[in-house]
């Protein structure tokens, strides 16, 4: 069973009309995402991709919680859920950014996988996976961190000096997480002026 319900509808009867719609199922949780131009009264679980785009679909472990999500009628992207036994999110993808590790193994090229033609993931997170005892002070290596840049990356520094402000490019020569600090390459028209410096990791586009 499966019901939707335009929600929106933006300048409706105008060249520049826009829809969006959700569809839900029996349990009443949504399952897709659609959009459109043109589909005005239509039923996007009926009508073709000239109609509705599918910017979104929803997948659900047969106990109720959020298993997967696809992003895209070209499924660019999907994010795959981990659940600890009480029910708390643990992961998302896998931390490791390697196909055949990942759940929904997304991007992994192997003639079996049905994902084989899903982008490959562009995050990952993990909680810590270690038992501890009871009054036990968790240390670092108690917990599971993925590499926040990797060796080759490309990422932007903000340079000041004194009022004045330049954000420059800089490739990633270690890897490294958020907090530590790693050495980077920066980028200039001029080879001969491309040196290398230390800065901190603060998340996983910047440094």
Not at 89 to 97: A, P, Q, R, Y
Not at 173 to 192: A, C, E, F, H, W
Request: glycine share 8%; with cysteine.
């Amino acid at each position: 069973m499966k019901n939707f319900n335009i929600s929106t509808r933006y300048q409706d009867g105008e060249k520049d009309q826009y829809y969006h719609a959700y569809c839900y199922d029996a349990e009443n949780r949504i399952t897709h995402t659609h959009t459109s131009v043109n589909g005005n009264g239509s039923d996007p679980t009926v009508h073709d991709s000239k109609v509705w785009d599918t910017d979104a679909k929803y997948f659900y472990y047969s106990h109720g919680p959020l298993a997967r999500t696809e992003l895209g009628d070209q499924k660019v992207q999907a994010m795959d859920f981990a659940y600890t036994i009480q029910g708390w999110l643990k992961g998302v993808n896998s931390n490791t950014l390697v196909e055949t590790r990942d759940i929904g193994k997304d991007g992994e090229t192997s003639t079996t996988n049905l994902n084989a033609k899903v982008g490959r993931d562009a995050y990952g997170t993990a909680e810590a996976r270690r038992d501890l005892p009871l009054g036990r002070v968790v240390l670092e290596e108690d917990v599971v961190r993925a590499w926040t840049v990797k060796r080759g990356d490309l990422v932007q520094l903000e340079v000041k000096s004194g009022d004045v402000v330049a954000q420059v490019r800089g490739i990633v020569m270690s890897n490294g997480r958020i907090g530590d600090r790693v050495s980077v390459k920066l980028q200039s028209n001029d080879p001969t002026k491309e040196h290398e410096v230390s800065a901190r990791v603060v998340n996983r586009s910047l440094l």
